[in-house]
């Protein structure tokens, strides 16, 4: 059942992001933003609905690929009965407008090679008019304009709706196409040379990922984490996405269909932290100066989640022409979750604002402030249920993690004070806050007949979240319930050597149909719980195994399912990125960091 998950490959250009298959085919490209259309739509419906696929004639998928080494450039190579062909795929930093660059190189004799390009544009939904310029194809449909040339020029026709070519390639020959998107009221911009952009490419990539200061064990593992949180990264904005994608199930078949091409505050704050982990101050600052724009107005506003330029409506809506992937309906764009209350979100926040600061970002003059506004309202609010970090769409609970991370707003807020005496707030009332926050956890969250923390107050649920307790210091790792809650947490979330988040049998927490995968951050999550509870053989061996389920080039989506030993939900994700890296500085970064 080819294309599984996992046998795609990231590309982008920092503002967007394209899915190259084994086949040689792009099945996913959204155009010109991460949050636009997609143009090619195939990872969720067929060929029909969009795709560009170079490969050599009558072969199907490639005999090996890689990125080069630190760089976010795929090599995909075919070994064929004629010889063997390098189709190198990257999107170069943007100019003046998105490109994408295929580079198809002979290695070694001679190799017919077919291209099929089929743009479909809102989501694979509008054929466009195409039409030859100077011997160049343009395609044009309302708002969207692309433009496809090579170099050296190639023939191309056109049939059943799509653009065809064939040519071969000898050994050491190279022809590069390259797609360019414009808005199509605009004038054509200016051509890029392809071959200077692959250089050029490499070169931003290797000496970005050279400042990376870890230097401990599965270094490549965490650098490709690095340039894939990287490359997520809006680079105009400074916001980040949760993944590139929509809608790719977390059950196969089952409608746990989400679009992640957002900003969730709970996951770019974590991204943030594993960013100043590794030594990346620059682009931990831009995220923070996106936050301070995207949270600015009232507290009461605050959302969890915002568009790449700080947008605040996401309405969510199903594609109904498009069948998902594998079948795995609907398809929806948009989030609705964007309208719940999470409350941890507050503590996350004003942790990573606290953490940034210690990093040594500047200051700037409003944080505090913002600070401040977020307190009042939490100070309230912390009592309400909310939807969790999960963003359940069931009844509102009381969550436990929800309200550990009001303790840990409440916390930090009052350290700033305490140990900033030129900073003004109500030290008093947060403190009052902070010890009733943590005195109502220790009593209503906690289950002393099983010496556990729970999902929530009342509840015999448990949750993986549970497992951050130590890590944001509401209790000491050798505190006697955080060791029972890691104990319990593992029999009862443990899904063949990983953790589920929770358990998807309350229907009345979680209503939607169907269970899902292990959930990766999760299990990164404990291993940095049992590493700093001192178990440090299991918290290593974990970690091998999570580094273990990444695909070929070193991704992971946000769930994996180790029964099929196969990856889960949209692809590739921030959350297991940034628990790798998190968790690779935790376990080994004081004997290494350099
Ligand atoms: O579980 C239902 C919810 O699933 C999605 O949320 C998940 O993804 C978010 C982005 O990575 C993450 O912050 C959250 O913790 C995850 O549960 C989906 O976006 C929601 O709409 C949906 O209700």
């Not at 080494?69 to 998105?98: H, I, K, N, Y």
């Not at 466009?128 to 023939?155: E, K, M």
């Not at 307190?375 to 509102?396: I, K, N, S």
Request: proline fraction near 6%; charged fraction near 25%.
């Amino acid at each position: 059942m080819y294309p599984h998950i996992e046998d795609y490959a990231l590309i982008g250009d920092e503002q967007t992001a394209g899915l190259v298959g084994r086949d040689g085919s792009v099945d996913w490209l959204c155009l010109p933003r991460f949050d636009s259309p997609a143009c090619f739509a195939r990872l969720l419906g067929g060929q029909e609905n969009g795709h560009w696929r170079i490969a050599p004639r009558g072969a199907r998928l490639c005999t090996r690929r890689a990125y080069r080494t630190d760089t976010l450039v795929l090599d995909s190579e075919w070994d064929t009965p004629e010889g063997t062909v390098r189709v190198t795929d990257f999107m170069p930093q943007r100019d003046q407008a998105p490109d994408l660059v295929r580079i198809v190189e002979g290695l070694d004799g001679r190799v017919i090679v077919r291209g099929e390009l089929r743009l479909r544009f809102d989501y694979g939904s509008i054929v466009p008019w195409v039409r030859r310029t100077n011997g160049h194809r343009v395609a044009v449909a309302g708002p969207d304009a692309v433009w496809l040339r090579s170099h050296p020029p190639v023939r191309t026709w056109g049939k059943d709706f799509a653009t065809h070519s064939e040519f071969t390639v000898d050994k050491g020959e190279k022809v590069a196409f390259v797609l360019t998107w414009y808005p199509s009221h605009q004038p054509r911009p200016d051509l890029i040379d392809p071959f200077e952009a692959l250089d050029a490419s490499v070169e931003d990539w290797r000496a970005w990922a050279a400042r990376c200061r870890y230097r401990g064990p599965h270094r490549d593992a965490v650098v490709r984490s690095l340039i894939t949180l990287k490359a997520l990264t809006y680079a105009p904005t400074g916001g980040i996405v949760a993944a590139p994608t929509t809608s790719l199930p977390e059950l196969m078949g089952g409608v746990r269909n989400w679009d992640y091409r957002y900003s969730w505050l709970r996951d770019s704050t974590l991204t943030l932290g594993a960013l100043l982990a590794a030594g990346y101050l620059e682009e931990a600052e831009s995220w923070r100066d996106w936050l301070l724009r995207a949270v600015a107005g009232d507290p009461a506003d605050l959302q969890i989640m915002y568009g790449l330029s700080g947008e605040r409506r996401l309405p969510e809506y199903e594609l109904s022409w498009l069948p998902g992937f594998h079948g795995s309906a609907p398809v929806r764009v948009g989030n609705e979750a964007v309208k719940q209350l999470q409350l941890d979100v507050y503590g996350e926040v004003i942790d990573s604002l606290t953490l940034a600061q210690r990093s040594g970002l500047p200051a700037k003059p409003h944080m505090w402030r913002v600070q401040c506004a977020l307190m009042e309202f939490l100070r309230t609010a912390w009592r309400q249920p909310d939807q969790g970090l999960w963003e359940v769409r069931g009844t509102p609970r009381h969550f436990v993690y929800s309200k550990v991370m009001a303790w840990v707003a409440a916390d930090r807020a009052v350290r700033a004070l305490e140990g900033n005496p030129r900073l003004e707030g109500d030290l008093k009332g947060w403190r009052a806050m902070r010890d009733e926050v943590h005195r109502e956890v220790c009593e209503r969250g906690y289950d002393a007949e099983r010496n556990t923390f729970t999902q929530y107050y009342g509840s015999r649920s448990l949750d993986a979240s549970l497992l951050l307790i130590p890590r944001v210091g509401f209790l000491p790792p050798d505190d006697h319930r955080v060791r029972g809650t890691i104990d319990a947490v593992c029999a009862d979330l443990a899904h063949h050597g990983f953790l589920r988040r929770y358990s998807t049998e309350d229907s009345e927490v979680d209503p939607l149909p169907g269970g899902e995968g292990a959930f990766i951050v999760c299990s990164f999550w404990l291993a940095q719980a049992l590493h700093q509870c001192g178990r440090i053989q299991e918290a290593r061996e974990l970690f091998e195994r999570l580094v273990g389920i990444s695909n070929d080039l070193g991704l992971l989506a946000e769930e994996y399912d180790p029964v099929n030993g196969r990856q889960l939900g949209n692809f590739p994700q921030a959350f297991s990125h940034l628990g790798l890296v998190g968790t690779a500085l935790a376990l080994y970064g004081d004997e290494t960091a350099g």
